[in-house]
């Protein structure tokens, strides 16, 4: 028996339940999407809303898979989150926001895999973690941020690999509070200070 289900469970691109109440339905048959009782591959847009008449999300489809973008949206209509697909795929930016307008989080994609810089982002605007990613894997520095603009740690990697070398940590007052020193991924000589508040 084919399960019918709403297609709004199966495209959570951003943390957050959603809220939605289903205005149309698609099945998903090994992972293609067709429309009920029809036999052929979904190809167009898919819709959802909230109670309010708010879309919840709205996906594009080609050939019963995602292609274009697929978006979401608080129930204030301000965007929860884009994503670029390509043959169901991410495939382009992937960009999400908090409820207030402020980006969260931008991060890149080919073919599925993650490729390019990642950044996150506090509520009030402050930078909180930076990285790049090559064929879906950590490669480069990884720096982190406290909330008030403060360094919080940097590492830094190749190919989904921590580097050789030191991982320096600070206290949210600017002050260094680690240094680890690791050796084929394995910690080898480390070195802490107290914090003077």
């Known amino acids: ?45 898919f819709v959802n809303k909230y109670n309010n008449g708010q879309k919840d999300i709205e996906v594009s489809f080609k050939d019963g898979k995602q292609n274009g973008t697929a978006t979401r949206w608080y129930p204030n209509d301000q965007k929860i989150s884009e994503v670029q697909y390509s043959d169901g795929q991410k495939d382009g930016k992937e960009i999400g926001w908090y409820e207030n307008g402020q980006k969260a989080v931008e991060s890149q994609f080919t073919k599925g895999q993650e490729d390019g810089v990642e950044t996150h982002w506090f509520e009030n605007g402050q930078k909180s973690s930076e990285i790049t990613y090559k064929d879906g894997k950590k490669n480069g520095t990884k720096t982190l941020w406290y909330r008030n603009g403060q360094k919080y740690q940097v590492s830094n990697y190749t190919l989904g690999k921590l580097n050789d070398g030191t991982v320096t940590a600070w206290y949210p007052n600017g002050e260094k509070a680690a240094e680890i020193t690791f050796e084929k991924g394995n910690e080898v000589s480390s070195q802490y200070w107290p914090e003077h508040v």
């Open 1 to 45: 028996m084919k399960k019918t289900i709403p297609f709004a469970l199966l495209l959570m691109t951003f943390a957050g339940a959603s809220q939605a109440a289903t205005v149309d339905y698609l099945q998903s048959r090994g992972g293609v999407a067709y429309q009920v009782n029809h036999d052929k591959p979904f190809t167009g847009t």
